[in-house]
């Protein structure tokens, strides 16, 4: 999908979508409407690149025999623009390229990107925690609505967003997670939308992923959909019209 370079128009078009959500917010809750806002956790509200050069950093410390490309340069590439969505394309930019070593890496990266451990080395997005609370406040039930898993990730989601501020285990909030890791994204947050529509107003949605902006637009019509620019999956579809598309979550004052 095609990305809009960021100007001041798309500045201001974002200051003014995300307050004009919390002034609904606010707006519903003064009249007794329960209200939901549904945020997404990897690459909307965090930035999960952190987590991958940590995990990249103790692989090659602990494995330095085993995977002497990776040891020789993550020291020097601290760039995170090299990190994507795929640890394949990041190793690749970072020229590991030898293939028994990628499988090494790859097979010791999944263990631990998957687990309870290494959430806590995300990075909340820019403005993310600010917000979160903002919405919180004005009366809006949070969701967090994420693919990870609950035998493996739970514990280390709700540690990480406990961690940088969010609001997280009182009232007016919820996490939502995989019962098991196999289950399709787009089919778990689908399965999801049934419930959701019971729980009250769905007046937000902030996902990274194109395919599941458009499909929760689709159930909640009546919605904001926000599209966060950061990382997402190559082979993901266009974005439907309608969508707003976020940087980040700041509101900025001239
Ligand atoms: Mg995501």
Redo the contacts with the bound molecule.
């Keep these: 999908m095609i990305l809009p370079i960021w100007n001041s128009v798309y500045q201001q078009r974002q200051n003014e979508e995300l307050q004009a959500l919390i002034d609904k917010i606010e707006k519903n809750t003064q009249e007794d409407i329960s209200s939901v806002v549904i945020f997404?956790?990897?690459?909307?509200l965090f930035d999960n690149r952190p987590r991958t050069l940590h995990i990249l950093t103790e692989i090659a410390s602990r494995y330095e025999e085993k995977v002497p490309q990776l040891a020789n340069v993550i020291d020097r590439h601290r760039d995170l623009s090299l990190f994507e969505y795929s640890v394949a394309n990041t190793l690749a930019n970072l020229n590991v390229d030898d293939p028994e070593e990628v499988e090494f890496i790859k097979e010791k990266w999944q263990h631990r990107f998957f687990s309870d451990e290494y959430q806590k080395y995300d990075i909340p997005i820019p403005g993310a925690c600010k917000y979160v609370n903002k919405i919180h406040k004005a009366g809006a039930t949070v969701i967090y609505l994420?693919?990870r898993d609950a035998p493996r990730m739970l514990v280390g989601a709700i540690e990480s967003l406990r961690l940088f501020g969010f609001p997280i285990g009182i009232l007016g909030t919820m996490m939502i997670v995989k019962e098991v890791f196999e289950e399709q994204d787009e089919v778990f947050k689908r399965n999801v939308t049934q419930y959701l529509k019971r729980l009250g107003k769905v007046e937000g949605i902030f996902?990274?992923?194109p395919a599941?902006s458009n499909l929760l637009q689709e159930e909640f019509p009546e919605s904001q959909s926000f599209f966060v620019l950061t990382q997402?999956r190559e082979d993901a579809p266009p974005l439907n019209d309608g969508i707003s598309v976020l940087k980040d979550f700041r509101i900025t004052r001239k």
Excluded at 40 to 44: E, I, R, Y
């Design positions: 997404d956790l990897d690459g909307t994420t693919g996902e990274n992923e599941n997402h």
